[in-house]
C-alpha cells in the first residue's frame, strides 16, 4: 500500500498533495423484541485525494477502486484547477509525522464468529424483556468494526494505523394503557471483544426505569434549578459550545469571530471547558487527526473566560492560531473538517449531594434521547429525571426537555461537582453532512442556577 | 457484477436477490460566498440478500475487486442466524418507464454548477450576513437482479442547490436555508424562487418582536410542517404496522381526519430525484394513495414487512436499499394537501388574512426526538414570524409550540397556495386552529 500511495503522491503536480485510505471490516447485529433483524458482515474499502495549488482550490476525489488512485490525482487536480482564487488558502506548518500507529485491538473482533456476537446481544435484550410484562418491545444492536488507515502527504508525513470500535446500545419500550415510554442503554468503546462482557446491569436497569416511566409524571413545565448528569452535562457543552468552538464557525465570519472573541467571559469562575482527543482510549481518541496533526489537549474556558478554539491547519493559519488537531473526517468519503474529539467541563469540587443540599425544588436531569442547538438556541431531551425537593431527590418525572439560550445558561452554571466521568456511550455528531461520527464528552454534576425545563409547555 | 453475483447465488442459496449501485457525486461549495473546494464521490457497491433454508441473511461491500461468491458466503453466514421468512422475490423485468434522468445534470461542466452558485452568491449577498451555496449533481445507475427471473437497471441524475445565510449581531444568530432539488439544473425560475424564499425571510425576521401565548391558530410553513407529518409517516409504515405500534393500525376506511386531510405517496412522478420504475427490491413503483379527503387507505410495505404480515398484503413497492446492511421501508415522493405543479413563492400562501393573532412556523428545534409516534409534539421554534391583523410583524424567539397531531388534524384551518418541494416532499403552508404557544 505504502508504494502505491507514495508512487501516487509522487505523480502529483499540486503544491499540496494528501491521500488517505481506509479499509473497514464492519459487524452489526440487531434484535427487535425477541427477533433478530439482522446479523451481517460488510467491508468498506475505499480512499480520497486532497490536492492545493497557489491560487487555487481545494480539488478531492474520493473513490472506491483503489485501482483508481492515480487517475484520482489527476481528477482532484482538474478540480482544484477549475477554481481560483484572489486570496490563497494557506495551511499552518507542522511538522511531518511518521508513525505505525497499531492501536491495541484487545481481542480482535474479526476472529470472532457472527454467532457468538449474536448470543451477547441476545443475551442483553433479554435482561430487558426480562424485566417485566410491561416491556412490549426492545431494540438492541451491537456493531463492531476494524479499520487500517494510512495517511500520506506531500510534506513528508506518513501514517499506518489499525483502529478497533465497539458498540452496544437497547431501547426498552414499556407499554400501558396506551402510554407508551422508552428508555436507553448505549456503550461506546475504542476497544474490542475483551471488554463487552460486563453491560448486562445496565441493559436490565434500562428495562426497569421504562416500565417505572410509565407509572412517572409529567414534569411540569417552569424555570427550576437544574441538576444535570454527566451524560446531560457532556451532551450539552457538546452541542451548545462545542460547535461554536469550531473555528469553520467563525474564521470567515467576522460576526461570529466577534462573538466568540478570545478573552471574552461566558460562565462563572467554576466553568472551565476543553476537548482533548488524546485522551487514552475514548472513542474520539486518535493519534494523529485526518490532516496527520497530533491531537491535544485543547482549553476552550479557563475559569469562565474563553481561551481557545479547535481547528484543521487551514483555520488555524488563516487565523493565526495553532493547529489542533482537530480536521476529522467521518470516512474517505469525505474531506477533513474541524470537529470535536473528546469534549469535556472539568472536574469542580464536592459530591453530588452537596449540589443539591440547599435546592428546595429542582430538577435532576439526567441521560440525554438527544439535543439539538440552532447556534444559540438549544432544546435537549432528557431520558428521564427526577424532581428535587428541600434538597434531596424526589420521584422519577418524565418529558424533562431543556431549552434555552446558550449564553444565558452557561453563565448560569453555578456549581461543578468533583465527580467527573467520560460517558462513553455510542452514538455520535454530525455536522456538514457527516454524521455520525465517534466522540465522546465528559463531565461532572453541573448545576444551573436557573433554567426552562418544559413538560407541559401550554 | 449482477450475473455473476446471480450465479453464485444459484449455486449456494435457495434464492435471493442483488443490487449493485454505482454514483459520482459532484459538490462545489462556497464557503462565506467563496468557492474554495470541489470535490468529486465515486462510488460502487454491491448488496446481497440470501435465502436459505427458509431465512434470510445480508452482505454488503464496497471491495469489490473481491468475487461476488465472498459477499454470498458473508450473506449465508448470516442467513444461518437469521429467523425464517417467507420472502418471496418480484419476477418482474418489465416496468413501466419512469423519467429519472436529465441531460442538463449529466452533461453540466464543474463550470456550470459553480456559475449558478457564483450567481445566487451575488444575488444573496449583504454586508450584515455570510453566504454559504453548495451545488451538487449526482449521476447514479442502480442494477437489480434476482433468482425469481426479476431484473431491471435504470439511471438517475440529482441536481441540489442549498444556499443558507447566516446574520450573527450581538447574541442572535439568524440562519435561514432553503434548497431545491431536482432530476436536472435549476431553471432560472427555479433560482428565482430560492432567492425570493431566502430573501423574504430573512427580511421579515430581521425585527423581533415578543412571542404570542395561548392556544392560537399557528401556520405551519412547507419546510415547519415536519412536526406535524412525521407522526403520520411512522403511522402509515407497515413496520410500524408489524411492531404493532400503529396508531393508525385497523382504522383504514374510517374518517380519522379532517376532510381536507390527503397524502399519497408516488414515485412514478416524472422528474424527482426520489422517483423510480421499481424500487430497490424489484418490485414495480406505483402510485399509493395513503390518506384520502381524512381517511386512511393504505400503507407502504416493503419485501419483509409484507412477509412478515403473512401474505395478507404485498409490498407496495417502496424498499429502499444501500449498500451495507438489509432494505429497509421508506417512501419516495410524499404528497401532502394539494398536486404537485410549478411553485410560486408567496410566504404564509395567502393564510395570513383573518388572523389576528398567531405564529408562523418555519423551523423548529428537535423534530423527531421523544415520542413521535404517539402524536404528541412539544418543541421550542427555531424560525418563526409572529402573524398580527393578517400581517406578519416579526420574528419570534424563546416560543415553543405543543400539541397532539392527531387532535389539530381532525379539524383543518386551510391549505395555502404555495406548494413546493421540500426535497422528497410536496405541500403548501398549513393554518391549524387552536395550537398552543408558550412565550417564556
Given at each position: ?96 509525522q ?19 456476537k ?80 460486563m453491560?448486562?446491569?445496565g ?22 434549578p ?5 451524560e ?13 468552538s ?31 482527543g ?25 475559569e469562565?473566560?474563553l ?16 493547529p ?60 428521564y ?74 | ?27 462545489i461549495a ?82 456550470t ?43 438517475a ?9 447566516a ?83 385497523g ?11 390527503s397524502?399519497?405517496?408516488d ?19 406505483r ?84 415520542n ?12 418563526a ?22 387532535d ?20 403548501p ?12
Open positions: 500500500m505504502r508504494d502505491l500511495l507514495d508512487g501516487a503522491l509522487r505523480a502529483s503536480r499540486a503544491d499540496y498533495t494528501e491521500i488517505r485510505v481506509e479499509r473497514t471490516w464492519a459487524t452489526g447485529v440487531s434484535f427487535r423484541g425477541r427477533r433478530l433483524e439482522t446479523a451481517s458482515a460488510s467491508e468498506d474499502v475505499g480512499g480520497c485525494v486532497r490536492v492545493l495549488s497557489k491560487g487555487h482550490g481545494w480539488g478531492v476525489a474520493a473513490f472506491t477502486s483503489l485501482r483508481q488512485v492515480p487517475a484520482m490525482i489527476e481528477r482532484a487536480q482538474e478540480l482544484s484547477r477549475a477554481i481560483v482564487l484572489d486570496e490563497p488558502i494557506r495551511l499552518a506548518d507542522v511538522t511531518p511518521t508513525a505505525e500507529a497499531l492501536l491495541d485491538l484487545d481481542g480482535d473482533v474479526r476472529g470472532i464468529s457472527l454467532a457468538e449474536t448470543r451477547l446481544i441476545e443475551a442483553y435484550n433479554g435482561e430487558m424483556l426480562a424485566v417485566s410484562g410491561d416491556i412490549t418491545d426492545t431494540i438492541a444492536n451491537y456493531h463492531d468494526e476494524v479499520t487500517e488507515y494510512w495517511f500520506v502527504n506531500s510534506e513528508g508525513t506518513s501514517l499506518h494505523e489499525l483502529r478497533p470500535e465497539v458498540t452496544l446500545s437497547g431501547t426498552a419500550i414499556a407499554r400501558k394503557n396506551g402510554t407508551i415510554e422508552k428508555s436507553l442503554e448505549s456503550i461506546g468503546l475504542r476497544k474490542g471483544w475483551n471488554s463487552v462482557h453491560y448486562a446491569d441493559f436490565k436497569k434500562a428495562g426497569e426505569r421504562a416500565s417505572q416511566l410509565l407509572r412517572a409524571p409529567t414534569v411540569r413545565g417552569g424555570n427550576y437544574v441538576i444535570l448528569d454527566p446531560m452535562a457532556g451532551v450539552f457543552i457538546h452541542e451548545a459550545f462545542g460547535h461554536l469550531e473555528a469553520d464557525f467563525v474564521y470567515e465570519n467576522p460576526q461570529a469571530r466577534e462573538m466568540m472573541t478570545l478573552g471574552r467571559r461566558f460562565g462563572r469562575k467554576v466553568l472551565n471547558v476543553g476537548d482533548n488524546a485522551a487514552p482510549g475514548l472513542r474520539g481518541t486518535m493519534p494523529f487527526d485526518d490532516e496527520g496533526v497530533p491531537t491535544q489537549d485543547s482549553v476552550l474556558i479557563r469562565g473566560v481561551v481557545g478554539r479547535l481547528h484543521s491547519r487551514e483555520t488555524a493559519a488563516r487565523m493565526g492560531e495553532r489542533t488537531g482537530n480536521a476529522r473526517a467521518l470516512s474517505f468519503r469525505h474531506p477533513p473538517i474541524v470537529r470535536m474529539t473528546n469534549t469535556y467541563i472539568g472536574n469542580g469540587e464536592g459530591t453530588f449531594e452537596d449540589l443539591i443540599k440547599d435546592v428546595k425544588l429542582g430538577v435532576y436531569a439526567c441521560s440525554a434521547f438527544g439535543g439539538q442547538t440552532m447556534l444559540e438556541s438549544f432544546s435537549f431531551t432528557a431520558a429525571g427526577y424532581m428535587i425537593r428541600d434538597g434531596h431527590v424526589a420521584e422519577l418525572v418524565k418529558d424533562v426537555v431543556l431549552a434555552g439560550n446558550l449564553f444565558q445558561t452557561l453563565d448560569r452554571i453555578e456549581r461543578i461537582a468533583g465527580d467527573f466521568q467520560w460517558n462513553q456511550i455510542g452514538g455520535g455528531c454530525g455536522k456538514a453532512g457527516q454524521a455520525y461520527l465517534a466522540v465522546t464528552e465528559g463531565a461532572p454534576h453541573v448545576r444551573i442556577e436557573d433554567a426552562l425545563v418544559g413538560g407541559d409547555v401550554a | 457484477m449482477i450475473p455473476a453475483a446471480l450465479e453464485a447465488l444459484k449455486k449456494a442459496a435457495d434464492a435471493g436477490d442483488a443490487c449493485w449501485r454505482r454514483s459520482e457525486r459532484t459538490t462556497f464557503e462565506s460566498g467563496r468557492l474554495k473546494s470541489a470535490g468529486v464521490v465515486e462510488e460502487s457497491g454491491l448488496n446481497i440478500r440470501v435465502l436459505k433454508d427458509g431465512k434470510v441473511g445480508v452482505a454488503g461491500t464496497t471491495a469489490t475487486d473481491a468475487p461476488p461468491s465472498d459477499v454470498v458466503a458473508r450473506a449465508l453466514a448470516s442467513a444461518a442466524l437469521g429467523e425464517p421468512l417467507a420472502i418471496e422475490f418480484p419476477s418482474s423485468s418489465k416496468f413501466s418507464a419512469v423519467s429519472t434522468e436529465s441531460k442538463s445534470a449529466t452533461s453540466a461542466s464543474v463550470g454548477l459553480a456559475d449558478i452558485g457564483r450567481g445566487l452568491v451575488e444575488r444573496l449577498s449583504r454586508p450584515d450576513a455570510q453566504i454559504n451555496v453548495v451545488v451538487e449533481r449526482e449521476v447514479a445507475e442502480l442494477t437489480i437482479g434476482n433468482t425469481a427471473g426479476g431484473q431491471g437497471t435504470y439511471r441524475t440529482g441536481v441540489s442547490v442549498g444556499a443558507d445565510i446574520r450573527v449581531s450581538e447574541n442572535d444568530v439568524l440562519m435561514i436555508y432553503d434548497e431545491l432539488t431536482g432530476v436536472g439544473l435549476p431553471t432560472s425560475e427555479d433560482l428565482d424562487f430560492l432567492v425570493d424564499s431566502i430573501k423574504t425571510r430573512l427580511e421579515l425576521a430581521l425585527k423581533i418582536v415578543d412571542p404570542p401565548s395561548g392556544s392560537l391558530p399557528v401556520v405551519f410553513s412547507p419546510m415547519g410542517l415536519q412536526a406535524i407529518l412525521l407522526p403520520l409517516k411512522e403511522a402509515l409504515s407497515g413496520k410500524t404496522l408489524v411492531q404493532g405500534i400503529s396508531p393508525l393500525q382504522k383504514t376506511g374510517e374518517p380519522v381526519f379532517a376532510e381536507g386531510l397524502i399519497t405517496d414515485p412514478t412522478l416524472a422528474d424527482r430525484p426520489a422517483s423510480y420504475p421499481f424500487d430497490d427490491e424489484g418490485v414495480p413503483a402510485r399509493l394513495p395513503l390518506i384520502d379527503c381524512g381517511t386512511p387507505r393504505g400503507f407502504v410495505y416493503d419485501l419483509e414487512t409484507a412477509a412478515r404480515l403473512g401474505g395478507s398484503q404485498r409490498s407496495t413497492g417502496h424498499g429502499h436499499r444501500g449498500v451495507f446492511g438489509k432494505p429497509h421501508l421508506g417512501y419516495s415522493n410524499l404528497i401532502v394537501g394539494t398536486t404537485p405543479g410549478p411553485s410560486r413563492w408567496s410566504f404564509g400562501g395567502g393564510l395570513l388574512d383573518g388572523i389576528r393573532d398567531g405564529l408562523l412556523v418555519d423551523d423548529l428545534i428537535g423534530v423527531g426526538q421523544g413521535v409516534i404517539g402524536g404528541a409534539f412539544s418543541h421550542p421554534v427555531a424560525l414570524y409572529r402573524i398580527q391583523n393578517g400581517k406578519i410583524t416579526g420574528r419570534v424567539k424563546d416560543a415553543a409550540v405543543a400539541g397532539n397531531v392527531y389539530l388534524l381532525k379539524k383543518l384551518g386551510a391549505w395555502g397556495n404555495d406548494g413546493r418541494w421540500v426535497r422528497t416532499r410536496w405541500s403552508s398549513l393554518l391549524l386552529e387552536g395550537v398552543s404557544v408558550a412565550g417564556r
